[in-house]
């Protein structure tokens, strides 16, 4: 059951998988926060083979950083059911990027797809950098998936239940040192009041949680959406997450 991967033809990048034992949950369906660990990896995996990986981001002091999700679940596929990931990018403004993702079962019909932004970071400066015209050139670009209309943001609920704090642990960091997109996810699931499989979810990412950061969520239950907001301790968000 290994990865097969391939760079198809520009812009898009597939890899095919099956579903592993590591990435179900108790129903024997790939979890939400596996799912995103796809989608990510697939747009890591893209970025090595165009030789604009981790190493040559970190040489420059540059990397790219998500700021929001949505994404969209027809069905969560089953354990050791064969998958193909893919990603394109599909839009670069000034600083941001847009990038699409997708999840399809091996008779080619689509189980999920994600629409997400990325900003492009100077990480010696600590500010918002242009992505030069080579990087622009070697992604490329693809026409968008079709997406739900949404907000630009995820907004605020009016009414909030707190819920205990907890604190970043070491398996939460990824190489940036910061907390792992994906494990804001799993952090929100796990504040749910009851099990969930949201059939669109949408994260907006506020700033990064580091190490040993407490964070505080807290859940609102609303007549089309539940959201948990986790902050940090003076009430100031990391990250705010809608399932629906």
């Not at 033809?9 to 179900?24: G, L, M």
């Not at 950083?65 to 990018?89: K, M, N, S």
């Not at 015209?133 to 630009?152: C, K, N, T």
Request: proline share 7%; net charge negative; with cysteine.
């Amino acid at each position: 059951m290994a990865h097969e991967m391939q760079q198809s033809a520009a812009p898009v990048f597939e890899f095919n998988a099956h579903v592993r034992y590591s990435e179900v949950d108790h129903r024997g369906l790939l979890s939400l926060p596996a799912l995103i660990n796809y989608f990510q990896d697939a747009s890591t995996f893209q970025s090595e083979a165009l030789g604009m990986g981790m190493s040559w981001l970190k040489e420059r002091q540059h990397g790219w950083v998500l700021t929001h999700w949505q994404i969209v679940v027809d069905r969560y596929p089953a354990l050791c059911e064969p998958i193909c990931v893919g990603t394109f990018a599909s839009g670069f403004k000034g600083v941001t990027a847009t990038r699409y993702f997708y999840l399809r079962s091996s008779d080619d019909g689509l189980l999920a797809r994600a629409k997400s932004t990325w900003a492009y970071m100077d990480f010696a400066k600590g500010r918002p950098s242009r992505p030069d015209a080579a990087q622009i050139e070697a992604y490329g670009m693809s026409e968008p998936l079709d997406m739900p209309a949404e907000e630009r943001h995820v907004s605020m609920p009016q009414v909030l239940s707190p819920c205990e704090p907890v604190t970043v642990r070491r398996g939460q960091i990824d190489t940036n040192e910061h907390v792992n997109n994906g494990q804001y996810v799993q952090m929100a699931l796990e504040v749910l009041p009851r099990e969930l499989s949201p059939h669109v979810v949408r994260v907006d990412y506020r700033r990064a949680a580091v190490l040993g950061d407490v964070v505080c969520p807290a859940v609102a239950q609303e007549e089309d959406r539940t959201v948990v907001v986790l902050n940090d301790p003076a009430g100031e968000p990391f990250a705010l997450v809608e399932f629906s």
